[in-house]
């Protein structure tokens, strides 16, 4: 027996005035961290320290190593063009970066982020081996 639910969309709507120049970074290409002097990284980055101070924004370059991932198969309402991918998370030195992945990667790889809008047009953050 299945009972047929109303297909539900959400469509969120956040401020993100402390937090536009990561969203503006996505579209250059630059994913940002933020830093304190207290010695604090944050990523997802924040403005304001947990110590009352505010951050500073660094670009976050260089290899990062994957710490886990997971293979989507099924593709959720609203990702009907996209092929399987994998959801990664890697560190990229004091932070952890999570972000999509159309390749092969596996736990220990060395991957380079970089910037890329998805097919419904969101800015997204992808990996890629080496
Ligand atoms: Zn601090």
New binding site residues.
Partial sequence: MIIESRELRLKHRIPVVKTEKFWKGLEGGRVYKTI?????SYYPPRAD?????Q?EWVEITGKGVVECFTVVYSMPSGYEWSKPYRIVVARFGDVRVMGWSEEDVFVGDEVSLYTAKDGSGIWKIWFRKG
């Fill in positions: 304190c002097k207290c010695g604090r320290c947990i110590c009352g101070n951050t």
